[in-house]
Nanobody
Framework: QVQLVESGGGLVQPGGSLRLSCAASGSIFSVNAMGWYRQAPGKQRELVAAITSGGSTNYADSVKGRFTISKDNAKNTVYLQMNSLKPEDTAVYYC???????????????WGQGTQVTVSS
């Protein structure tokens, strides 16, 4: 079965940096796009950044200029480099992959377990 495993979350001071990673494993046929979402207490889940198989990117206005999404096709891994972190970035970050697998050949969304990012002094 397909699985997305996230790492890199943790506690960081305002102005600091973190690098999240998400590795996809299993019988993956193709990947249409991958992205990062986040959900803070009392708020709905929102798109932070996304990247297509061709390398096109999209960012939420609140993170433009601070966050960078990238991928390593050989490792089936997507990254989120987060710089100049602010307290309002505190949330659970979820990895998302829109792809096809042997079990589900049709295009569908897969989700990671979520990793906590806390920006505080």
């Amino acid at each position: 079965q397909v699985q997305l495993v996230e790492s890199g979350g943790g506690l960081v001071q305002p102005g600091g940096s973190l690098r999240l990673s998400c590795a996809a494993s299993g019988s993956i046929f193709s990947v249409n796009a991958m992205g990062w979402y986040r959900q803070a207490p009392g708020k709905q889940r929102e798109l932070v950044a996304a990247i297509t198989s061709g390398g096109s990117t999209n960012y939420a206005d609140s993170v433009k200029g601070r966050f960078t999404i990238s991928k390593d096709n050989a490792k089936n891994t997507v990254y989120l480099q987060m710089n100049s972190l602010k307290p309002e970035d505190t949330a659970v970050y979820y990895c998302n992959a829109r792809m096809r697998s042997s079990q589900f050949p049709s295009l569908r969304d897969y989700w990671g377990q979520g990793t906590q990012v806390t920006v505080s002094s």
